[in-house]
């Protein structure tokens, strides 16, 4: 009898040990962004913020594990290893699309990107930037609500080119036309003049001035004063343009629409997501300038909130890396902290700062806020 109750006694005391040790378990959460190198400033800002949003959320049972990318895909892939082998199966990064070249060897770990690129990432890296389909999305719906109806979309040839032309054909926007251009300053206003037909409309304006000189029309005179005021003549067959540009090459292309009178005034200047450059402010012949971006209110509260805990501001992925804890942890505690494989693949939503998350089948897209900079400030749209 001694026996039994004695093994009953170790059955029990097994028991309690092996749940206290359940409930003390955390659940491990990798970080991998660059903390050295040349990119270590975006690095451990992303990681202080990450750092807010842990003591903001005040909860033991997550544990942050960062770790060192140096910006490299083979050192991305060491470190992710490293964290599998301490029980890690997510991990908040890489920043860069490039460090994510290996990762696809490990198919047992979900990998939260920084990158906005979602074309040719593997299958287990989801993309959590602010992807251009978000954007496109986002413009849609202002063309809608404007009733713009022939939009044409500017891209430059670079890199970033096939991001663009993968989130059209996904978002179906109606656009009149789609030109691609050069960036370089010796070519990119000769492109622009016969985008917009330019040379056609200029030449329509002398002529009709010519017409008017030899004619015998009443107040003659007064019509070809009016003409001599203007630059061009004739029909803009666009209302409105969208540039998937940024900075100074942005300001080049609007500078160039107007070189080729076409002014803000006449159609609708429509980019992407600037981050509310306050540079933008300075340009008064290009506004009103409208663009999809975050949650501007949000963005500044955080910004402060930032300078108040560490004296230096923040990049702007660390906005999103702030975000980007709270959503894993709102799946996590949505699922009773299970982290089973297919947490990204059911359709589910987070309201973040930068905006609303939507997420379904390994894909993150935003609903994004629209702005315009008008009269030297930032006005929300919606």
Same mark, same amino acid.
């Given at each position: 009898?001694?026996?039994?109750?004695?093994?009953?006694? $170790?059955? @029990? #005391? /097994?028991?309690? *040990?092996? =749940?206290?040790?359940?409930?003390?378990?955390? !659940?491990?959460? +990798?970080?991998?962004?660059?903390?050295?190198?040349?990119?270590?400033?975006?690095?451990?800002?992303?990681?202080?913020?990450?750092?807010?949003?842990?003591?903001?959320?005040?909860?033991?049972?997550?544990?942050?594990?960062?770790?060192?990318?140096?910006?490299?895909?083979?050192?991305?892939?060491?470190?992710?290893?490293?964290?599998?082998?301490?029980?890690?199966?997510?991990?908040?990064?890489?920043?860069?699309?490039?460090?994510?070249?290996?990762?696809?060897?490990?198919?047992? $770990?979900? @990998? #939260? /990107?920084?990158? *906005?690129? =979602?074309?040719?990432?593997?299958?287990?890296? !989801?993309?959590? +930037?602010?992807?251009?389909?978000?954007?496109?999305?986002?413009?849609?719906?202002?063309?809608?609500?404007?009733?713009?109806?022939?939009?044409?979309?500017?891209?430059?040839?670079?890199?970033?080119?096939?991001?663009?032309?993968?989130?059209?054909?996904?978002?179906?926007?109606?656009?009149?036309?789609?030109?691609?251009?050069?960036?370089?300053?010796?070519?990119?206003?000769?492109?622009?003049?016969?985008?917009?037909?330019?040379?056609?409309?200029?030449?329509?304006?002398?002529?009709?001035?010519?017409?008017?000189?030899?004619?015998?029309?009443?107040?003659?005179?007064?019509?070809?004063?009016?003409?001599?005021?203007?630059?061009?003549?004739?029909?803009?067959?666009?209302?409105?343009?969208?540039?998937?540009?940024?900075?100074?090459?942005?300001?080049?292309?609007?500078?160039?629409?107007?070189?080729?009178?076409?002014?803000?005034?006449?159609?609708?200047?429509?980019?992407?997501?600037?981050?509310?450059?306050?540079?933008?402010?300075?340009?008064?012949?290009?506004?009103?300038?409208?663009?999809?971006?975050?949650?501007?209110?949000?963005?500044?509260?955080?910004?402060?909130?930032?300078?108040?805990?560490?004296?230096?501001?923040?990049?702007?992925?660390?906005?999103?890396?702030?975000?980007?804890?709270?959503?894993?942890?709102?799946?996590?505690?949505?699922?009773?902290?299970?982290?089973?494989?297919?947490?990204?693949?059911?359709?589910?939503?987070?309201?973040?700062?930068?905006?609303?998350?939507?997420?379904?089948?390994?894909?993150?897209?935003?609903?994004?806020?629209?702005?315009?900079?008008?009269?030297?400030?930032?006005?929300?749209?919606?």
């Amino acid at each position: 009898m001694k026996i039994i109750v004695k093994i009953f006694l $170790i059955f @029990f #005391i /097994s028991l309690f *040990n092996t =749940i206290n040790s359940l409930a003390d378990a955390k !659940i491990k959460i +990798g970080l991998i962004v660059p903390l050295s190198g040349e990119y270590s400033d975006i690095g451990n800002s992303i990681l202080k913020s990450v750092r807010l949003a842990v003591d903001k959320i005040d909860n033991n049972k997550i544990l942050v594990i960062p770790k060192d990318t140096k910006a490299n895909p083979i050192d991305a892939l060491r470190i992710s290893k490293e964290l599998y082998n301490q029980g890690v199966r997510i991990i908040i990064g890489p920043v860069f699309n490039e460090s994510s070249k290996y990762l696809n060897e490990l198919e047992e $770990i979900t @990998f #939260i /990107s920084f990158t *906005n690129k =979602i074309r040719d990432n593997p299958k287990n890296v !989801i993309s959590a +930037g602010v992807n251009a389909i978000s954007q496109i999305n986002t413009i849609n719906k202002f063309l809608d609500i404007e009733k713009l109806e022939r939009p044409i979309f500017l891209i430059p040839s670079t890199d970033y080119k096939k991001e663009i032309d993968f989130a059209i054909s996904q978002t179906k926007i109606k656009l009149k036309d789609k030109f691609i251009y050069d960036q370089s300053p010796t070519k990119l206003t000769d492109q622009i003049g016969k985008i917009t037909r330019y040379p056609q409309r200029k030449q329509h304006l002398e002529d009709e001035i010519k017409r008017l000189e030899n004619s015998n029309v009443p107040n003659k005179e007064k019509k070809i004063s009016n003409l001599k005021k203007k630059d061009t003549l004739g029909f803009i067959n666009f209302d409105s343009v969208i540039i998937a540009d940024f900075d100074e090459s942005l300001k080049s292309v609007a500078t160039s629409l107007l070189y080729t009178d076409v002014s803000s005034e006449r159609v609708k200047y429509i980019t992407l997501n600037q981050w509310f450059d306050r540079s933008l402010l300075k340009e008064n012949s290009l506004q009103p300038l409208y663009f999809p971006s975050i949650n501007k209110d949000n963005y500044e509260i955080f910004v402060k909130e930032y300078l108040e805990s560490y004296e230096s501001e923040p990049n702007q992925l660390s906005f999103l890396s702030y975000d980007l804890f709270g959503l894993v942890y709102y799946l996590l505690y949505n699922n009773n902290f299970d982290l089973e494989k297919n947490i990204f693949q059911k359709k589910n939503k987070f309201k973040g700062k930068i905006g609303i998350f939507e997420i379904e089948k390994n894909t993150i897209t935003h609903q994004l806020n629209f702005y315009s900079v008008e009269d030297n400030k930032f006005k929300k749209i919606f």
